[in-house]
């Protein structure tokens, strides 16, 4: 069996792929039946606009939500819940469309209903997805479900053509009713199959606050979410305005079915080929098919014929379909499974909830300046965000590992370089810089979980440079103390060591940690202030001398053994932390007020 359809072999994945098939055709003559229902009753392309985000739009509003409970609750419930949501919806449009009452507003709303669906479906969908194939075919399964999505793209909106002008849109909303069914039933058969992980219990707050966090120190996340969103706004107009670019052509709904289905069949054709032009291009994909899909756009606004127009659209459908599952593949396989619901959640915000905005903006734009120069003006902006989309520096695929975070870190060459932890204090040589091999050492999932679901983290006492630096050297443990919300402590240690920090005080200490993953890490730093005799001849107590003039807060109180001063007394200590973590308000405004005062002395000095 080929990579490319490899995961269909496992046999829940091949359930819901099958039923996604069925339930997107559905979709998609929903979406002919909708938009051209629409475009009849008003004549307006902002309605129809409308309309069309209409899907989508919840996704502003929910997605981040739905993701936090797709990491909270089984998954396959609340994709139960979100088809029960979107194929009511559908029914009642048929219901209403038959009987003669719909009404623009109506419509409208009805369309909002399913996409409160979507929004708790897509998030969902795609974190349950890994859960079905092994991590080496994620990049495979994705391609396969954008393939089932644009084999229903390819047919869905032709048939939808044919049954708006030979029957009405009412049967388009009623087939597009039934279909959910299908993803009904897939999802009671695999869901016995399924483990469900074990969830810990939080708020929906929390842990939406927690998703943020993670894209927001993830840089290369963040920046993906960046592309994804520029995209969605400059691509969106083809077909947004395409009902009403069709009828300028001199076209009806079957010719809009056909012009939808040709661009489904080149997307089809993207999906088939994208292992192919992905090994082909490789850094190189993004700016290709962005850019492609540009001016494929363009030519489809320029088109002066249906056939011409076709030509197009299929062109256009297939660089949107290499774009999309190339990034929605990197997303997948950045994020770790415990926060995928949320990571995936982002991604659809990204691309689904920013995509409506795009198409109200070509309906606002098609209606001043006419349906054809929208796409050339909506699908320039996409020609430039593919040239300039290098500068965003995603990985390959082959590049990504989870959780995938900023650019790794090359070891620096120094004139002596010792290799192994015990090897360093035997050195006469002071030590001018510590790092890891490899070099890319990640975090595991669980680490990282712990850090950001923590209300106080606690770094040292240890070693600076052989115990606590290298656990700070690995990039997702850094990042995820930078990225969490607790209160973060630096323990100085109480008497520096031999072959490491001979001679260094408290801003010794300091220092060295931020030469080595930057300011702004901690922000306390909590030293001995108890400082005595009684340590060995190659040993001296760590002085808080030069450390008023740390950034970071410095807290000085007794903590040292008495019994042997070259360690902290346990009991000291802790008693220590907890009153910094309970009264550090009062003490930053202490610390605040110190300040103040010796910026006063300072001037006044100055003065006299």
Wanted: with cysteine.
């Amino acid at each position: 069996m080929t990579s490319a359809v490899a995961p269909l072999q496992y046999g829940s994945f091949r359930t819901l792929w099958v039923a996604s098939v069925l339930s997107s055709v559905g979709s998609f003559i929903q979406s002919v039946a909708a938009s051209w229902l629409m475009f009849e009753l008003t004549r307006s392309n902002t309605w129809v606009g409308l309309m069309v985000a209409s899907t989508t739009l919840p996704l502003l509003f929910l997605a981040l939500a739905a993701g936090a409970l797709a990491d909270m609750f089984d998954r396959t419930k609340l994709m139960l819940v979100a088809h029960w949501i979107m194929g009511g919806s559908a029914l009642v449009m048929a219901i209403l469309t038959a009987l003669d009452r719909i009404t623009p507003g109506l419509l409208l709303g009805l369309g909002l209903v399913l996409g409160v669906g979507v929004a708790l479906n897509l998030p969902t969908w795609q974190a349950l997805l890994p859960d079905l194939v092994p991590r080496g075919m994620i990049a495979s399964a994705v391609a396969l479900q954008s393939a089932a999505f644009n084999v229903a793209r390819a047919v869905g909106p032709a048939i939808g053509g044919v049954i708006v002008v030979a029957i009405g849109p009412a049967a388009g909303f009623g087939i597009n009713a039934l279909t959910y069914g299908f993803v009904i039933a897939g999802l009671l058969i695999v869901a016995p199959t399924l483990t469900v992980p074990e969830r810990r219990s939080t708020s929906l707050a929390a842990a939406m606050g927690l998703g943020i966090r993670y894209a927001r120190f993830t840089p290369v996340f963040a920046r993906l979410l960046a592309l994804v969103s520029i995209f969605a706004v400059t691509s969106s107009v083809v077909q947004s305005v395409l009902p009403g670019h069709t009828e300028t052509l001199g076209g009806d709904a079957g010719t809009l079915g056909l012009l939808l289905g040709a661009m489904g069949a080149g997307a089809l054709l993207g999906a088939f080929t994208r292992q192919w032009f992905l090994h082909r291009f490789r850094r190189r994909a993004p700016m290709l098919t962005i850019t492609l899909f540009g001016l494929s756009g363009i030519g489809v606004g320029l088109a002066g014929s249906i056939p011409v127009a076709g030509v197009f659209m299929f062109l256009s459908g297939a660089f949107w379909v290499l774009t999309l599952t190339n990034l929605n593949a990197t997303a997948q396989l950045m994020a770790p499974e415990w926060i995928r619901g949320r990571a995936m959640s982002l991604y659809s915000l990204a691309f689904g909830g920013i995509l409506p905005i795009g198409s109200i903006i070509a309906g606002i734009v098609a209606d001043a300046v006419g349906t054809g120069m929208a796409m050339v003006i909506l699908c320039s902006g996409s020609v430039i965000l593919g040239v300039v989309s290098p500068r965003f520096r995603l990985p390959t695929l082959e590049e990504v590992e989870s959780p995938e975070f900023s650019a790794e870190r090359e070891a620096p060459i120094h004139e002596e370089t010792i290799e192994g932890e015990s090897n360093i204090t035997g050195s006469d040589s002071r030590i001018k810089e510590v790092y890891l091999l490899p070099d890319n050492t990640q975090a595991s999932p669980e680490a990282i979980r712990a850090i950001l679901e923590a209300d106080l983290i606690v770094v040292g006492p240890g070693s600076l440079f052989t115990s606590v630096l290298p656990n700070l050297l690995v990039d997702g443990i850094r990042r995820s103390i930078k990225a969490s919300a607790a209160v973060k402590v630096y323990i100085c240690n109480v008497a520096t060591q031999h072959g490491e920090t001979d001679g260094f005080d408290v801003a010794d200490h300091v220092r060295v940690l931020e030469s080595h993953v930057g300011r702004g890490l901690f922000q306390y730093v909590l030293a001995n202030s108890n400082i005595g005799n009684g340590l060995p001849e190659d040993s001296e107590p760590v002085r808080i001398d030069g450390g008023q003039g740390l950034r970071t807060r410095l807290m000085s109180t007794d903590v040292v053994s008495e019994e042997n001063r070259y360690h902290h007394d346990a009991k000291k200590l802790g008693t220590a932390i907890i009153r910094l973590y309970y009264d550090r308000n009062h003490l930053e405004q202490t610390a605040l007020l110190e300040e103040e005062e010796e910026a006063e002395d300072r001037v006044v000095g100055a003065l006299d």
